[in-house]
């Protein structure tokens, strides 16, 4: 089965400075896809970025970006420029691609803090 | 925009109660998620289907059950509340499997 495991409970980050969020996930398919969503105090889930597994490039939406290596099955992602509506819940997600099983699997969630 | 919609937003039920969390979408998806949430921690997948007709279970899916007639609607049924089922309950959606999924607001729910 497949795991995605974020080993950073909590991170903060001084405001207009840059931090990385790792994730890890745990596969044995070839063709996936990759998320991370925000989830501020409000408990919306919110799109921030995904990544398709079969693309070497790694995505980039503004001053969100990620660091995808398929081979150490890792998926950070990296946030420039830090502002403090960043502040949230951040969550790493897998998707299947496997016909009939496309389950969408989350991470523990890390808790970011933006400093003012 | 409608949406994700999910109904109640809030609930208490006593323990060995019944109840169906209700999720409805209107933007034709297939793929359809109940999870989980407890506080501070990730979202557990319940169960999940590809299209009407067709479920499956998620990480944790012992307590409820779920049924998808239509395209539309994946209810959630918990049989015999238990205070482990206090949380807050997510409906998701996409369209594709690579696609963004669409979140309702969630439903808290707390078993006395």
Not at chain 2, 1 to 18: D, E, M
């Amino acid at each position: 089965a497949q795991t995605v495991t974020q080993s950073q409970p909590e991170m903060s980050v001084q405001e207009a400075e840059t931090v990385t969020l790792s994730c890890t996930y745990d596969t044995s398919e070839s063709d996936y896809y990759l998320f991370w969503y925000k989830q501020p105090p409000s408990r919306q889930m919110i799109l921030v970025i995904r990544q398709e597994a079969y693309k070497q490039q790694n995505a980039t939406e503004n001053r969100f970006s990620v660091n995808f290596q398929k081979a150490a099955k890792s998926f950070s992602l990296k946030i420039s420029d830090s502002q403090l509506g960043d502040a949230a819940m951040y969550f790493c997600a897998y998707r299947s691609e496997v016909q009939g099983a496309q389950k969408l699997v989350f991470g523990q969630g890390t808790r970011l803090t933006i400093n003012p | 925009n409608a949406g994700v919609t999910q109904t109640p937003k809030f609930r208490i039920l006593k323990i060995g109660q019944s109840m169906t969390l209700q999720c409805t979408q209107d933007m034709n998806h297939n793929y359809m998620y109940w999870y989980r949430q407890d506080p501070g921690m990730g979202l557990k997948l319940i169960y999940y289907s590809v299209g009407a007709g067709i479920t499956d279970k998620g990480e944790v899916p012992n307590g409820y059950n779920v049924s998808r007639s239509t395209t539309e609607d994946f209810p959630l049924r918990l049989e015999l509340a238990a205070p482990s089922q206090t949380s807050v309950y997510f409906c998701a959606s996409s369209l594709l499997p690579g696609a963004e999924a669409f979140f309702g607001q969630g439903t808290r729910l707390t078993v006395v």
